[in-house]
């Protein structure tokens, strides 16, 4: 592929009699508005900024900078949203972005690749605190930690080459590409491929002659991949070498926690290589689990927090609402025999339902609860507070939804005793938290 291959993006503004200035009735994405001085970083990887009083959620700016702004949607009557596509007055933390196809108008993988790593993670830093004080009514500051790479790995480790699950989508002539932001419009892969993928799934590679003569193409990952078999191509560095996969989920096999992980191809598991094991150990420790326990792992997927509660010598019941996740976690721990016992179904439902197969018990010692990134909910928390567990390790990758419900917890007696964060998703907005939950006025 060769640079002419990529898709045309405009990324500086038009004319400045484009530009708007607040009088105009009707603004239109591609319309420009400016000079604006950049606000604070908000949840979901843009800065507030403000024009004439209207609030512009703007991405690929940071705090204080004073920037054109072109307008990606004006459809909300309270607040418009926007790329700087001309800094005027830059941050000592912009760098250049190290991918060709990252920035306005590109793809919409990466929000933080324009800033300097240090300054990301406090930034997420920021972001989490405010979330707090905002939605729980908690003041606190949790530095973002930093997460190495395995040792051993032949990934950068330096912010790229991180990412070991990846879904490229293919173009109309089977070109691989990721989606820009807010868009199902296709920004095709550089010959580098992704940045922050792991090297062995960087870029699926083509055979044939170059796209321009060759419409239908293909993509080779190992063997050739015939496009027209479907839209999407997911790429996996697992323990046991890259997978291609398209169509049927195929499984693969994850190492952490001591143990071996059969995860479906398309399926859940952490994508930072390091991220199953920096959580185990981190809700390990927040909970301090001793043998003979009771514990409920809650979303437990393929099983990780249950085989590291097993090991402690704890009994787990999981539950899991993927009943191929559940599958495989039973194969995955059949060693642990009945201190291993899984529920295939909803957890709020699991949770109520008050007797009969499936049925959780009324009472427990510990919680692992790793939910979606919408969170677990007022009734989930509700049902968890019930059964009285000495101690909850909530594993978050969203801080608003952590933070809404730590205020449920608080609203049932139990208070957040601990938090830590972790930057496992370098150059995005995303991070993970594990924090630790008890009931309030707990000596522990």
């Given at each position: 592929m060769t640079t002419e291959d990529r898709e045309p993006v405009e990324k500086t503004p038009g004319p400045v009699a484009a530009q708007q200035t607040g009088t105009d009735p009707d603004p239109r994405p591609g319309d420009v508005v400016g000079p604006v001085t950049v606000g604070p970083i908000a949840h979901g990887g843009h800065c507030v900024a403000r024009h004439d009083g209207r609030v512009i959620f703007t991405r690929h700016a940071l705090p204080g900078e004073e920037v054109m702004i072109t307008l990606t949607d004006t459809s909300q009557r309270k607040f418009w949203r926007g790329d700087a596509t001309t800094v005027i007055t830059s941050s000592a933390d912009r760098i250049e972005p190290a991918c060709r196809?990252?920035?306005?108008?590109?793809?919409?993988?990466?929000?933080?690749?324009?800033?300097?790593?240090?300054?990301?993670?406090?930034?997420?830093?920021?972001?989490?605190?405010?979330?707090?004080?905002?939605?729980?009514?908690?003041?606190?500051?949790?530095?973002?930690?930093?997460?190495?790479?395995?040792?051993?790995?032949?990934?950068?480790?330096?912010?790229?080459?991180?990412?070991?699950?990846?879904?490229?989508?293919?173009?109309?002539?089977?070109?691989?590409?990721?989606?820009?932001?807010?868009?199902?419009?296709?920004?095709?892969?550089?010959?580098?491929?992704?940045?922050?993928?792991?090297?062995?799934?960087?870029?699926?590679?083509r055979v044939g002659a170059e796209p321009d003569t060759d419409p239908q193409g293909g993509v080779d990952p190992q063997g050739g991949v015939d496009p027209q078999g479907g839209s999407e191509l997911i790429g996996i560095a697992a323990k046991d070498g890259p997978h291609w996969i398209t169509g049927a989920s195929e499984p693969v096999v994850e190492h952490a926690a001591g143990r071996d992980w059969r995860v479906a191809g398309d399926g859940f598991w952490q994508v930072h290589p390091s991220a199953a094991d920096t959580l185990v150990e981190a809700v390990l420790e927040a909970l301090g689990p001793t043998p003979g326990e009771n514990a409920f792992d809650l979303y437990c997927g393929v099983g990780l927090f249950t085989g590291a509660l097993i090991d402690a010598g704890c009994r787990v019941v999981g539950v899991e609402s993927s009943h191929g996740a559940v599958a495989d976690a039973r194969h995955n721990l059949s060693d642990a025999g009945p201190r291993a016992r899984f529920v295939a179904g909803r957890v709020d439902r699991a949770l109520r339902q008050p007797r009969g197969k499936g049925a959780l018990p009324r009472s427990t010692d510990l919680v692992v609860l790793d939910p979606p990134r919408t969170g677990a909910g007022r009734a989930v928390v509700q049902q968890i507070a019930a059964r009285r567990p000495r101690a909850i390790a909530y594993v978050a990758c969203d801080p608003a939804a952590l933070a809404r419900d730590l205020g449920y917890f608080d609203k049932h007696g139990y208070e957040l005793e601990s938090l830590r964060a972790f930057d496992l998703f370098p150059m995005t907005h995303h991070l993970e938290c594990v924090a630790l939950v008890q009931p309030a006025g707990d000596p522990a």
């Open positions: 196809i990252s920035g306005p108008g590109l793809c919409g993988g990466c929000d933080f690749q324009h800033i300097e790593l240090t300054a990301q993670r406090e930034l997420k830093a920021a972001v989490l605190a405010e979330q707090l004080q905002r939605l729980a009514g908690i003041e606190l500051d949790v530095p973002v930690e930093q997460v190495p790479m395995p040792t051993g790995s032949d990934m950068v480790g330096d912010g790229f080459g991180w990412r070991t699950r990846m879904r490229y989508l293919l173009d109309d002539r089977g070109r691989p590409g990721l989606r820009a932001h807010r868009s199902h419009r296709i920004i095709t892969l550089p010959a580098e491929g992704c940045r922050i993928a792991a090297p062995t799934i960087a870029h699926p590679g």
